[in-house]
T-cell receptor, first 111, second 119 residues
Framework: QKEVEQNSGPLSVPEGAIASLNCTYSDRGSQSFFWYRQYSGKSPELIMFIYSNGDKEDGRFTAQLNKASQYVSLLIRDSQPSDSATYLCAVNGRNDYKLSFGAGTTVTVRA | GAVVSQHPSWVICKSGTSVKIECRSLDFQATTMFWYRQFPKQSLMLMATSNEGSKATYEQGVEKDKFLINHASLTLSTLTVTSAHPEDSSFYIC???????????????FGDGTRLSIL
């Protein structure tokens, strides 16, 4: 079983809609969860991080964490064409600082 | 804040050449830096963890004699790909974090990456 799994893409949404990205992780002791955005040919850019159960909002982005279900999600509200990218879910290990990345979900926002 | 600079952005060189990539944290001190490799259409693969003043910790399957890592200061880590061959062609990305400074869970911030092409 992979450590971090993301819902398979690609995900296509119309402009203005909500894009919903899901991620599950296998290590129940994981404590820190991150969402990165990666444009084609570029390096990852931090979007959100969350440590506690519940929701965390930052502008049009909302991260949701449920440690009991080992599940973290990212919602993008009012999606814009500039949101078209691959979104990477990353999880810190229980006892170290290393990140485990999911395979990524590619999002395309249709104008 | 938390800007990470990586240089060079692109390298094209002949097989057998050694290539050095620099990673700098510009506005913070990073006791720990990470080196990743990413092949097309794949996610990031951690190669090694670089700690200032000590030897790097390599992931399983990564040849430490081929990928030399030096972390001589709190703001600079270098990766040298020795005797590079076409199969080493990839996108190499470093990251840095405020780890070890009372901020265990601080995010990693990535450099812009180095695209390495070995002919």
């Amino acid at each position: 079983q992979k450590e971090v799994e993301q819902n398979s893409g690609p995900l296509s949404v119309p402009e203005g809609a909500i894009a919903s990205l899901n991620c599950t992780y296998s290590d129940r002791g994981s404590q820190s969860f991150f969402w990165y955005r990666q444009y084609s040919g570029k390096s990852p850019e931090l979007i959100m991080f969350i440590y506690s159960n519940g929701d965390k909002e930052d502008g049009r982005f909302t991260a949701q964490l449920n440690k009991a279900s080992q599940y973290v999600s990212l919602l993008i509200r009012d999606s814009q064409p500039s949101d078209s990218a691959t979104y990477l879910c990353a999880v810190n290990g229980r006892n170290d600082y290393k990140l485990s990345f999911g395979a990524g979900t590619t999002v395309t926002v249709r104008a | 804040g938390a800007v990470v600079s990586q240089h060079p952005s692109w390298v094209i060189c002949k097989s057998g050449t050694s290539v050095k990539i620099e990673c700098r944290s510009l506005d913070f001190q990073a006791t720990t830096m990470f080196w990743y490799r990413q092949f097309p259409k794949q996610s990031l693969m951690l190669m090694a963890t670089s700690n200032e003043g000590s030897k790097a910790t390599y992931e399983q399957g990564v040849e430490k004699d081929k990928f030399l890592i030096n972390h001589a200061s709190l703001t600079l880590s270098t990766l040298t790909v020795t005797s590079a061959h076409p199969e080493d062609s990839s996108f190499y990305i470093c990251s840095a974090s405020l780890l070890g400074q009372g901020e265990k869970d601080q995010p990693q911030h990535f450099g812009d990456g180095t695209r390495l092409s070995i002919l």
